[in-house]
């Protein structure tokens, strides 16, 4: 069946790199596209960006110059990088097929 | 980019009760295609978000017919009608029209 999975570092410091990885399985990410959701605790949802099957890529404005998202055929993985990072950053990041969503992974951004 | 207004924020409601939440776009979200990229998704506490509705008006696989979308243009509703507990959350709409996508800020359905 359909799952997606997103993996990375619980705690990034201010001004570091945060790198995650969505690894998906039961279809092909050269058949479905794969977009990034965040959530600041207690806050609502904001898309982050979106890798498309032919593996172009679209972003939030907001999050362009300091966002990247690439992806792994071969290894059914997708990733997001981003840089600069600061506490307004802390969030749970999904990543998310059509209808389907991972369980998000929790980024706290402190020192 | 396009702003996603919806209301109302919180949604106090009896079980068995109706609900309608709205959603206002700053600009049109029929696509060139002519389909209508507006989608309706409920997150329960400690759950990742579950669609409901695509589409505008499609009912996901498994939702009950209590819940349906409609709407057009700019201006969308999602009505719970015989509201029960398992439906108490945060509703989100989504519009997938155009780059980058954006949602709405969310409308917490609970508990008169």
């Known amino acids: 069946q359909v799952q997606l999975k997103e993996s990375g570092p619980g705690l990034v410091q201010p001004s570091q790199t945060l790198s995650l990885t969505c690894t998906v399985s039961?279809?092909?990410?050269?058949?479905?596209?794969v977009s990034w959701v965040r959530q600041p605790p207690g806050k609502g949802l904001e898309w982050m960006g979106v890798?498309?099957?032919?593996?172009?890529?679209a972003y939030n404005s907001l999050l362009k110059s300091r966002l990247s998202i690439s992806r792994d055929t071969s290894k059914s993985q997708v990733f997001l990088k981003m840089n600069s990072l600061q506490t307004e950053d802390t969030a749970t990041y999904y990543c998310?097929?059509?209808?389907?969503w991972g369980q998000g992974v929790m980024v706290t951004v402190s020192s | 980019d396009v702003v996603m207004t919806q209301t109302p924020v919180s949604l106090p409601v009896s079980l068995g009760g109706q609900a309608s939440i709205s959603c206002r776009s700053s600009?049109?979200?029929?696509?060139?295609?002519?389909?209508?990229?507006l989608h309706w998704y409920l997150q329960k506490p400690g759950q990742s978000p579950q669609l409901l509705i695509y589409?505008?008006?499609n009912r996901f696989s498994g939702v009950p017919d209590r819940f349906s979308g409609s709407g057009s243009g700019t201006d969308f509703t999602l009505k719970i009608s015989r509201v029960e507990p398992e439906d108490l959350g945060d509703y989100y709409c989504?519009?997938?029209?155009?780059?980058?996508?954006?949602f709405g800020a969310g409308t917490k359905l609970e508990l008169k």
């Open positions: 600009q049109s979200l029929v696509h060139s295609n002519g389909n209508t990229y």
């Open positions: 989504l519009q997938s029209t155009h780059f980058p996508n954006t």
């Open positions: 589409r505008v008006s």
């Open positions: 039961g279809f092909s990410l050269t058949s479905y596209h």
């Open positions: 890798i498309w099957t032919g593996g172009s890529t």
């Open positions: 998310a097929s059509d209808q389907y």
